[in-house]
């Protein structure tokens, strides 16, 4: 099975510089518009479980905890400070005809 492109979002929904929570299906995801594109990860610190603060960009291209103020890299997933060690899941992003789309990995049935 291969990943799946969904729609999530007009482009000028997420203007550059920001962020944007959504849920695709039981996937919680934050889409960010930086100045080199669009990134997708998964929307949960994998420190505390808690959503991401998707209201502003730190350092360019961080997003933090709003519990411990761990620090996820947009563009990798990568933890950049503790308490948080593990990287979050990133999910490939294109831009078809103005619309954002995230590809979504494919769900195991059975």
């Known amino acids: 099975m291969t990943a799946e492109f969904i729609d999530v979002a007009a482009l000028d929904d997420i203007p ?3 962020c944007k929570a959504l849920s695709v299906g039981s996937i919680r995801i934050v889409v960010a518009h930086l100045a080199d594109g669009f990134y997708a990860l998964e929307n949960r610190c994998s420190h505390a ?19 411990h103020c761990a620090r996820f890299d947009l563009k990798t997933g990568e933890a950049k400070s503790p308490p948080a ?12 005809e103005g619309r ?11």
């Open 16 to 18: 550059m510089g920001t």
């Open 49 to 67: 479980n808690s959503p991401l603060i998707t209201s502003k960009i730190y350092h360019g291209r961080q997003s933090a905890c709003p519990i």
């Open 85 to 96: 060690f593990t990287s979050l899941m990133k999910f490939p992003v294109r831009v078809v």
């Open 100 to 110: 954002v789309e995230v590809a979504m990995p494919p769900m195991q049935i059975g």
